[in-house]
């Protein structure tokens, strides 16, 4: 039988049964491509990464990401998970000014992180930067979204944008809401998702919607999100990195001044009974978005085994 170990962690969370849970396979040498895309089925966590050696010996590790239906090429929770797993085997490198680094080669590109630890030596946080810059791509009709949502088209916000297309480095629909009780009446209709997929989709069947709206200043969070992808097998996600990321990278962009710089707090998962808090920071220079950080922490769930026959 052939033999892999895997741990789980629940990101961006400091306590059991928050967040979103990830299952990370820190040795997966060997498997193929189609026996990935089994396993992520077979655990059924929104994202499952598997770990191998990097193409260049500079870099700590190539990492592959499979959601339940597919491969995708950058996601928030999947890197910062995985960091916490690696930093905690000790695979990180310290730098000469004490910082701990890796870096992940993947689909959509390098990916950076930073251990944050504890004062006792554990590791508290990590810290990514995305991939790529700002893109922004098409708009959706707020008749579409809405009914992406099962909410009314005049639960849609459209004063500082649309519902546009945004990513740095996973492309995500970013549509504001009015008001929370829009977002907590958000339910996805899987047929209007077809039809969206098929009209304004912008990759096979990855057709997601992440929804937000401000909070009151003094609340739990800046912002409050929800994020539905069920064309990729999640009907919702707990904690959505990469759509935060791209969420505040555009913000950064719609603001006024050609230089901005924005740290942000946002609440997910609440209405599912998993509590997370991502934490984005954002920064635009002479007109342009050139940085993105998320950060988050992680609590080790799970060690387990899973058994292969021998090809």
Same mark, same amino acid.
């Given at each position: 039988?052939?033999?892999?170990?895997? %741990?789980t962690?629940?990101v961006?969370?400091d306590?059991?049964?928050? /967040?979103?849970?990830?299952a +990370?396979?820190?040795? !997966?040498?060997g498997?193929?491509?189609?026996?990935?895309?089994?396993?992520?089925?077979?655990?059924?966590y929104s994202? &499952?990464?598997?770990?191998?050696?990097?193409?260049?010996?500079s870099?700590?590790?190539?990492?592959?990401?499979?959601?339940?239906?597919?491969?995708?090429p950058?996601?928030?929770?999947?890197?910062?998970?995985? /960091?916490y797993?690696?930093?905690?085997?000790g695979?990180?490198q310290?730098?000469?000014?004490?910082?701990?680094?890796?870096r992940?080669?993947?689909?959509a590109g390098?990916?950076?992180?930073?251990l944050?630890?504890?004062?006792?030596?554990?590791?508290g946080?990590v810290r990514?930067?995305?991939?790529?810059?700002l893109?922004?791509?098409?708009?959706v009709p707020?008749?579409? %979204?809405?009914?992406?949502?099962?909410v009314?088209?005049?639960?849609?916000?459209?004063?500082?944008?649309?519902?546009i297309? !945004?990513s740095v480095?996973?492309?995500? &629909?970013?549509?504001?809401?009015?008001?929370?009780?829009?977002?907590?009446r958000?339910?996805?209709n899987h047929?209007?998702?077809?039809? @969206?997929?098929?009209?304004?989709g912008y990759?096979?069947?990855?057709?997601s919607?992440?929804?937000?709206?401000?909070?009151?200043?003094?609340g739990?969070?800046?912002?409050?999100?929800?994020?539905?992808?069920?064309?990729?097998?999640?009907?919702?996600?707990?904690?959505t990195?990469?759509a935060?990321a791209?969420?505040?990278?555009?913000?950064a962009?719609?603001?006024? !001044?050609?230089?901005?710089?924005?740290? %942000?707090?946002?609440?997910?998962? +609440?209405?599912?009974?998993?509590?997370s808090?991502? @934490? +984005?920071?954002?920064?635009?220079?002479?007109?342009?978005?050139e940085?993105?950080?998320?950060?988050?922490? @992680?609590?080790?769930?799970?060690?387990?085994?899973?058994?292969?026959?021998p090809?």
């Open positions: 039988m052939r033999t892999y170990s895997f %741990i962690v629940d961006f969370t306590r059991p049964f928050g /967040g979103n849970p990830l +990370v396979f820190p040795d !997966a040498g498997l193929s491509s189609e026996e990935m895309q089994q396993i992520a089925g077979e655990i059924n994202e &499952i990464t598997f770990v191998l050696p990097p193409a260049y010996p870099n700590t590790a190539r990492v592959r990401i499979f959601t339940p239906r597919n491969e995708v950058f996601a928030g929770h999947p890197n910062v998970g995985t /960091g797993v690696l930093g905690a085997m695979r990180a310290r730098l000469a000014d004490g910082r701990e680094v890796m992940f080669e993947e689909a390098l990916v950076e992180l930073e944050i630890r504890r004062d006792e030596g554990s590791v946080s990514i930067a995305a991939p790529q810059r893109s922004k791509g098409h708009s707020v008749e579409a %979204i809405a009914e992406c949502l099962s009314a088209a005049a639960d849609i916000e459209t004063g500082r944008h649309p519902p297309l !945004a480095g996973l492309p995500f &629909i970013i549509a504001e809401l009015r008001s929370l009780d829009a977002l907590q958000c339910a996805p047929g209007a998702f077809t039809r @969206c997929n098929d009209r304004y990759a096979e069947d990855r057709f919607i992440h929804a937000y709206v401000g909070l009151d200043q003094g739990p969070a800046d912002l409050q999100a929800r994020m539905f992808a069920p064309l990729s097998g999640i009907l919702e996600d707990p904690a990195g990469s935060n791209a969420l505040v990278a555009l913000l962009d719609l603001a006024a !001044a050609p230089d901005a710089k924005l740290n %942000i707090e946002v609440l997910q998962g +609440v209405e599912m009974g998993r509590p808090r991502l @934490c +984005v920071l954002a920064e635009k220079r002479a007109g342009s978005v940085r993105v950080l998320l950060s988050g922490g @992680c609590v080790q769930m799970i060690r387990g085994e899973l058994r292969l026959p090809r």
